[in-house]
C-alpha cells in the first residue's frame, strides 16, 4: 500500500490470522485441564502467560517493511520493545546484491548485502510480496526473477484448516474440562 510516497508491505492477513489461531487452540485449553487436573500452577497464572504471549506473538507479526526513493527499512510499531525486534534500513544505494542462502530445513531465503558486507534479510511474508520485488528490482537493478517466497499461501491455509480442527478438538476438550 502506498502512503505519502511510501510503500509500506505488512505480514500477510493469511499467516497473521493462521499463526494467531494456532497459538490460541494451544494455549486456551491450558487454564481449564489445569483447574481440572488441580495443577501446581494456578489457572489465573496461566492467563496472565497466554495474554503476555499472544501480545509478543501479535508484537511480531506486526513487522512492516517500508520502501521509498532512498531506502528498504524494516521495523515495528512504537509500542513493540526494541528488545524483541530486529528493526534495520539499508539505503539504495548500498545494496550489492541479493544472496540466497539455505535454511536449515531446506528452505531459501535472501539476504541484501551491502558493499560492507552486512545482510539483511529479505521480509518474504509480506502480502503483495510480488510488488516489493518488483521495487527491489527497480531501485537496484538485481535480477528478481527467480526469487519466491519461502513458503506458498496454501501452506498457510493447510496450516489454518488443520487449527480449525484443533480449536474443535479445543471446545470438546474445555467442556470435558468444565463438566469435571
Excluded at 492467563?47 to 524494516?74: C, E, H, K, M, N
Excluded at 502480502?127 to 526473477?145: M, S, W
Excluded at 517466497?149 to 496450516?159: E, R, V
Amino acid at each position: 500500500m502506498m502512503i505519502n510516497g511510501e510503500w509500506i508491505f505488512y505480514i500477510s492477513p493469511l499467516i497473521r490470522i493462521t499463526l494467531s489461531l494456532l497459538y490460541i487452540s494451544l494455549m486456551i485449553p491450558l487454564p481449564f485441564l489445569a483447574t481440572a487436573t488441580s495443577a501446581e500452577v494456578p489457572a489465573w497464572l496461566l492467563w496472565i502467560g497466554i495474554g503476555l504471549g499472544f501480545g509478543a506473538l501479535q508484537g511480531a507479526l506486526s513487522q512492516r517493511v517500508v520502501i521509498d526513493d532512498r531506502s528498504i527499512q524494516v521495523n515495528y510499531p512504537l509500542w513493540v520493545p526494541t528488545l524483541f525486534t530486529k528493526s534495520w534500513a539499508v539505503a539504495w544505494s548500498d545494496v550489492k546484491e541479493l544472496k540466497m542462502r539455505t535454511t536449515g530445513q531446506g528452505g531459501l531465503v535472501y539476504y541484501f548485502i551491502n558493499h560492507n558486507g552486512e545482510g539483511f534479510l529479505l521480509p518474504m511474508r509480506v502480502a503483495g510480496f510480488n510488488q516489493l520485488l518488483k521495487l527491489v528490482q527497480q531501485h537496484t537493478e538485481i535480477d528478481t526473477t527467480d526469487v519466491y517466497p519461502l513458503s506458498q499461501p496454501w501452506m498457510y491455509f493447510a496450516l489454518l484448516v488443520l487449527t480449525g480442527f484443533l480449536l474443535l478438538i479445543d471446545i470438546w476438550t474445555i467442556w470435558t474440562a468444565m463438566s469435571i
